[in-house]
Structures are given as structure tokens and as C-alpha cells.
């Protein structure tokens, strides 16, 4: 079956650097778009960036394009996240998730949580002040 291992969070000041990273294994890793996001106590969880199968399309929220960067190594089969410039808001814990269509059209990119049907546990991120 499909699992997604998270790892890299932690506790971090204003202004610095972590680097996410979520191993897969269970399907053709390089066949699927590769997102990740977040919650935020007692929030929705939300959308963050989300990475093509092909040719690593990518697409960022409003709220961390410049500051954050998603990519991949499919001969690793791992997705990263790599958060510069935190701020406190960044607080959250942070989902890795793989696409529920392999091959997804590269006109299309998977930004809703309904797109995706693997998750994994989560790993905490907290941006002190």
C-alpha cells in the first residue's frame, strides 16, 4: 500500500530555514503529482505547493510563493519542501500527499484536497517570534 513518511520540522525562529522532506513508497513515484500542506490549530487544512509528475510543474499559495520551494527526486522517490524567510504564521503541521490520477494533464494542477488520496502523518512546524 501506499505510504508517505514526512520528516524535517521542528521549532525554528522568525526569518529562518527548514527543509521538509516525505519519502513515498507503494506506487510509481514519478508518475504522480506530489503536493503538500498544512494545518494550523483549530484551521482548515490548506493548500501549500504542489509539484508535477512531468517536467516538475510547480505551483505555490499566494501566502509562500518566494519563500518556499517544492521539488523532487524520483530516483529517491521523495518530495521536498524547502521553507526560507518563516514567519509565525508558517505555525502548522505539514502533509505531505500524492495524487489520486497518475499522468495528470500538465494544463491541470492538483491544488484541492480532494485531489489527492494519500497522506501522510503530518510533521510539526512552529515559527517562534
Known amino acids: 500500500q501506499v505510504q508517505l513518511v514526512e520528516s524535517g520540522g521542528g521549532l525554528v525562529q522568525a526569518g529562518g530555514s527548514l527543509r521538509l522532506s516525505c519519502a513515498a513508497s507503494?506506487?510509481?513515484?514519478?508518475?504522480?503529482?506530489m503536493g503538500w500542506f498544512r494545518q494550523a490549530l483549530g484551521e482548515e487544512r490548506e493548500f501549500v505547493a504542489a509539484?508535477?509528475?512531468?517536467?516538475?510543474?510547480?505551483i505555490y499559495a499566494d501566502s509562500v510563493k518566494d519563500r518556499f520551494t517544492i521539488s523532487r527526486d524520483n530516483t529517491k522517490d521523495t518530495v521536498y519542501l524547502q521553507m526560507d524567510s518563516l514567519k509565525p504564521e508558517d505555525t502548522a503541521v505539514y502533509y505531505c500527499?500524492?495524487?489520486?490520477?497518475?499522468?495528470?494533464?500538465?494544463?491541470?494542477?492538483?491544488?484541492?484536497?480532494?485531489?489527492?488520496?494519500?497522506w501522510g502523518q503530518g510533521t510539526q512546524v512552529t515559527v517562534s517570534s
Open positions: 500527499a500524492q495524487d489520486n490520477v497518475s499522468f495528470r494533464p500538465r494544463q491541470e494542477m492538483a491544488a484541492m484536497k480532494s485531489d489527492y488520496g494519500y
Open positions: 507503494g506506487r510509481t513515484f514519478s508518475s504522480y503529482t
Open positions: 509539484i508535477s509528475w512531468s517536467r516538475g510543474r510547480t
